[in-house]
């Protein structure tokens, strides 16, 4: 358990005590809270204040992104932290002493001096980066330097493109080769395996990357229909759990909201039939979209669909209550 309280300031924090006894981690947190918040990133169930526990919280996040960095086995240094986290990190501020002076900028200040702590305890560590994690928590997955992409194609046929690829080289050169070059790289079976292992832990919670696996396409570029596409694209999380990067297309990161818009049209004479004349329209994202055309990509796609020049997630549920909802408002 913890005592200690945290106090946020413009740039930093400030740690204090209400009570006259601390516990060794209290004394560890005061004397040096760098260091122990990032200790404390590898404990669970931790018993503190909340402005202490938001700041493990930063620290969690921050070792999470380290260990879950592909190349990290061959960097040895700690990536730069992601806007999407710091804001929504920043977005979970408690109400707490400070609490108006923390945004992303100082959330990416506390992590960097996280980041400084595994940097400097991996460049004295003789050992891998996996090894030294599994020194801090044995559970703790980390990346295996494995890369799957997923680009959009001109083919009509097959949209998508897949390729697997592996990070090697030195601290100062990193490069990324297609997976297939790692049967010539690693004569050593075991190291071969090794560099496999986060592969063989997705495809044992996947079928669709098992099927792959066991047909030896993960080795030679790939064609991906819109819907293999779209199956690849929702275990991305499972991929990334196992220790795998993920490269996907932008456009799965901006979803697109369905909605329906109605506006009163103007009436052309006082009366209430056109007081309460009303125009409904069917939007994705920006795009107007006609009934017709929301029911024909219903119909013929399954989860994505290419809608004026883009593609797109189809929430079908989504979409066909706001078409039940078109038809009532148009039968009215």
């Known amino acids: 358990m913890l005592t200690s309280k945290a106090a946020y300031t413009e740039n930093a ?4 005590t209400e009570t006259a006894e601390c516990t060794d981690a209290d004394k560890k947190l005061l004397a040096a809270p760098y260091p122990a918040l990032y200790e404390l990133a590898f404990e669970k169930d931790i018993d503190c204040d909340i402005s202490i526990k938001f700041l493990i919280e930063i620290a969690k996040n921050a070792v999470s992104e380290i260990s879950h960095n592909p190349d990290i086995e061959v960097l040895k240094i700690a990536p730069e932290p992601k806007q999407e986290a710091l804001l929504a990190l920043a977005r979970s501020v408690p109400y707490t002493n400070g609490w108006e002076f923390v945004n992303a900028i100082w959330i990416k200040n506390l992590w960097s001096k996280i980041s400084d702590v595994f940097n400097a305890e991996i460049a004295n560590f003789e ?38 690829t592996y990070s090697t080289g030195t601290k100062d050169d990193v490069k990324h080769f297609p997976l297939k070059n790692a049967l010539e790289e690693y004569k050593d079976r075991k190291d071969l395996i090794k560099l496999l292992s986060s592969i063989n832990k997705a495809a044992a919670k996947s079928s ?28 991305t999380p499972i991929y990334e759990e196992c220790g795998i990067g993920c490269r996907i297309p932008n456009f799965w990161k901006k979803k697109y909201k369905a909605s329906l818009k109605i506006s009163i049209k103007e009436p052309a004479k006082l009366g209430l039939g056109e007081i309460m004349s009303f125009s409904p329209e069917i939007y994705l994202g920006d795009e107007n979209f006609s009934p ?8 013929e796609t399954d989860g994505l669909a290419f809608l004026k020049g883009k593609w797109v997630e189809l929430d079908r549920e989504k979409l066909n209550q706001i078409l039940a909802a078109y038809d009532n408002i148009k039968n009215k």
């Open 13 to 16: 924090f400030l740690l204090y």
């Open 127 to 164: 050992g891998t980066v996996e090894e030294y994690f599994r020194t801090k928590d044995k559970n703790l997955i980390t990346s295996g330097r494995i890369f799957f992409h997923l680009v959009e194609s001109k083919d009509e046929e097959y949209p998508f493109a897949f390729l697997a």
């Open 208 to 235: 669709f990357m098992s099927e792959i696996i066991e047909n030896g396409e993960l080795f030679s570029p790939l064609k991906f229909s819109a819907k293999e596409a779209y199956l690849f694209l929702t275990e």
């Open 292 to 299: 017709d055309e929301i029911k024909k990509f219903l119909s």
